[in-house]
């Protein structure tokens, strides 16, 4: 599958220089396309890709480059962008938002490390999901390309030469890693004892192929380098010899060096004709995508940079950014200074997608969206209990009537019973007292918000900030902004919800709120949670969590910590980190139990039970569901177990319990229709729509999918195109 919007940079090699066009992928097919020529001596460039090589050879043992090193490196990168792009092209890469870059270049040109070439500011490989695609000379025999399974195999070699422990440990984590995030992904596993003829039988197999192990290149005899098995070399030759009429992998990821010699750390002059005879070698063969290195990669980078990489292939997104991802983790790890991040190339087309979304991880993103909400509206309400404690005055102003603070935690009473309407009533009697009694507002708007009337919600936060503004009030003021952007959150509206969180952190830091800073801090770390970056999303948890830590002998301060470690637990969940993600959410339960807030322990219960479902621990899920779902019953909690119901359903799903599944997902429906909650409603139309695909009742899943479809075009544009597809899919199946 191809994403829609990328650029082709064809670069061809003449006598006096390059001739180059920067197309987008639509542009490239026209008839008539304009390219600029280049004037280049090519003795000048091939002194500075070897002047590189010997930049990346000032390396210690971990991969690390000096000060002075890296000052070169980005030197001779800069000076590589300015001779080999022509101004046009140089303007036009810098101002595009197009991320997928296919570099379309002459077999010569192979020795450039494109990759490095430094615009001012960044490396090309970090600005863009970079690809290469070579023309060759050679003539060729046609290939049979292998169309990408709906069910596919992957192959994982590891240790063949029994000699690296760390290649083992490699191949066993990038199991384990898809076992969990996909369940129709058939993993075969080997290691040691993996001889030439065991590849050549059973490569054709597998969709995906990675190896981990020992790469050779034979200087003498280009065509006798390969990766090294039991018995050998799996040569050049030996690929060529498989035949056109066999179907390779669509994806072979080699992650070994190029030399199996331990004490080569660095790569040669000529690396880039290296690393390019291998990988010629699988794509002259029919393989579309080939991701090799070009120097030894140190053992954890190496696992760490395979793990990122096949985290996000799996998740849905084009290999090319599942590439740049993976470099940027890298440098975020071991910092710009270790060349780890340098250390692949890919051959191929950056912008082709190999796992779109299928039934059961649909089924866990969908559960995430809406949990997501119902984990944080829970830390919501919980902070309402701070109001009600009558030795911390923060959020109370003097009033006009002493009697409204009464009032106030009479409501608040009620309100942690699940007695909405109650709370309501009073507050309305509050408000209409004294309508700039502040207090009030959050309370209100948070019982409405709770009943599933949003409407109300939004008005009378926008009543609190309207009133806090007037009274000059920027603590409140900060407050309202949070809660303002919170409610746009939650209806999927997050240009606004941005605009309000970024209102109260500058507020709040102008007036030396830390509070109300690290609140906001936490609220905008879930809204790049939403927007999957988690790394932003972390950094700002962590910024949260040190103002929090260092004040937590205050009430507040310290539930606001105890959220910020609930969020942390949700990152590492979405990194695969599920021991941090325990240990964290570990940290909160503690918190919460010490300030004995029930709705928090009942996202803890939910969040761990999700945790045991992706371990398929299923027994040990249902138990923390049904302890949550519990909670939220006694706390009539409604849009808490409209979420509930879906998840509960979406376990029972993975159980093979279609029947309970149903029932669940009914239940979830029934709750949010009568709490008119949209997100919640959606997410239950579309897994209804997913158990029955499951079942073979396509009309009842055009029937559900369409009425998520009719939601979700109010409240996710994405969602409603992805539904789209997938029922023209349905529609019209391809065998």
């Not at 880039?272 to 794509?283: G, H, T, V």
């Not at 209100?444 to 936060?461: C, F, T």
């Not at 830590?549 to 637990?569: H, S, T």
Request: net charge positive; aromatic share 12%; with cysteine.
């Amino acid at each position: 599958m191809q994403k829609e919007k990328s650029l082709v940079l064809e670069i061809l090699r003449q006598d006096s220089g390059l001739k180059m066009g920067l197309f987008e992928a639509e542009d490239y097919i026209s008839t008539l396309r304009h390219y600029t020529d280049v004037s280049v001596s090519f003795t000048e460039i091939e002194s500075l890709c070897t002047e590189l090589a010997v930049i990346l050879n000032k390396v210690d043992r971990s991969g690390n480059l000096g000060p002075d090193a890296l000052k070169q490196l980005t030197k001779i990168g800069s000076l590589l962008w300015s001779h080999l792009f022509s101004r046009q092209i140089k303007e036009r890469l810098k101002k595009t938002g197009i991320l997928d870059l296919v570099l379309s270049i002459d077999e010569e040109l192979v020795n450039i490390p494109w990759e490095l070439l430094y615009d001012g500011a960044n490396f090309l490989c970090l600005n863009f999901n970079l690809g290469r695609v070579v023309r060759a000379k050679t003539e060729s025999s046609p290939v049979q390309y292998r169309s990408f399974s709906s069910a596919p195999k992957m192959l994982i070699l590891a240790n063949p030469t029994n000699d690296l422990k760390s290649a083992y440990l490699e191949g066993l984590n990038i199991k384990n890693q898809f076992e969990r995030r996909r369940n129709n992904v058939r993993i075969d596993f080997k290691s040691t004892l993996i001889d030439r003829l065991y590849v050549k039988k059973n490569l054709q197999d597998y969709d995906i192929m990675h190896f981990a192990g020992h790469c050779e290149y034979d200087e003498s005899s280009p065509s006798r380098s390969g990766w090294v098995l039991s018995d050998g070399r799996f040569t050049v030759q030996d690929i060529l010899g498989i035949g056109p009429d066999v179907s390779l992998p669509s994806l072979i990821f080699s992650n070994a060096c190029h030399s199996a010699a331990e004490s080569v750390n660095i790569p040669e002059p000529d690396y880039q004709k290296k690393a390019y005879s291998l990988a010629a070698a699988f794509l002259f063969s029919g393989v579309r995508h080939y991701i090799g290195t070009i120097r030894r990669v140190e053992d954890t980078a190496s696992l760490s940079f395979a793990q990122e990489f096949y985290l996000h292939l799996v998740s849905g997104k084009p290999i090319g950014e599942a590439l740049r991802l993976a470099r940027i983790k890298l440098i975020r790890e071991h910092g710009i200074m270790s060349i780890h991040w340098a250390s692949h190339l890919l051959y191929g087309n950056p912008g082709f997608v190999f796992f779109k979304s299928q039934a059961l991880p649909q089924l866990k993103k969908t559960k995430k969206i809406v949990h997501l909400s119902k984990k944080v509206l829970g830390m919501v309400s919980g902070s309402l209990l701070l109001i009600s404690l009558g030795g911390f005055l923060y959020f109370w102003l003097p009033s006009k009537n002493p009697s409204n603070y009464y009032l106030l935690m009479q409501s608040k009473k009620m309100f942690s019973r699940g007695d909405n309407s109650g709370a309501i009533a009073l507050c309305n009697k509050i408000t209409a007292k004294d309508a700039s009694f502040l207090a009030v507002y959050p309370v209100l708007a948070e019982a409405y918000q709770r009943s599933g009337d949003r409407e109300n919600a939004l008005k009378y936060y926008f009543e609190y900030a309207r009133f806090s503004e007037k009274k000059n009030d920027f603590r409140h003021l900060a407050a309202s902004f949070t809660e303002i952007g919170w409610n746009y959150h939650l209806q999927g509206e997050y240009a606004k919800a941005f605009e309000y969180y970024d209102k109260a952190i500058n507020l709040s830091r102008e007036n030396k709120d830390k509070l109300n800073e690290a609140r906001a801090l936490r609220k905008l770390a879930v809204w790049y949670i939403d927007k999957k970056n988690d790394d932003k999303a972390l950094e700002l948890l962590t910024k949260s969590s040190e103002i929090n830590r260092l004040r937590q002998n205050i009430y507040e301060y310290k539930y606001n910590l105890a959220c910020d470690y609930f969020d942390m637990g949700l990152v590492f969940i979405n990194k695969n980190d599920y021991e941090s993600a325990k240990e964290f959410y570990e940290k909160s339960r503690v918190i919460f139990e010490k300030l004995k807030l029930q709705n928090e322990l009942s996202d803890y219960y939910f969040n761990l039970g999700e945790i045991y479902l992706i371990e398929k621990q299923f027994q040990k899920a249902q138990d923390s569901y049904l302890r949550g779902l519990k909670i939220d019953e006694a706390q009539n909690n409604k849009v808490g177990m409209a979420c509930d119901y879906n998840m509960i359903g979406e376990l029972y799903v993975e159980m093979d319990n279609w029947s309970e599944a149903e029932k669940y997902f009914m239940r979830s429906v029934s709750i949010s229709k009568e709490i008119n909650v949209r997100p919640e409603l959606a997410g239950a139309f579309y897994n209804l729509g997913l158990l029955y695909k499951k079942m073979g009742k396509k009309n009842k899943v055009r029937e559900y999918w369409r009425q998520a479809q009719e939601i979700y075009k109010a409240i996710d544009e994405s969602k409603y195109q992805e539904i789209k597809k997938e029922l023209l899919a349905l529609n019209n199946p391809v065998d």
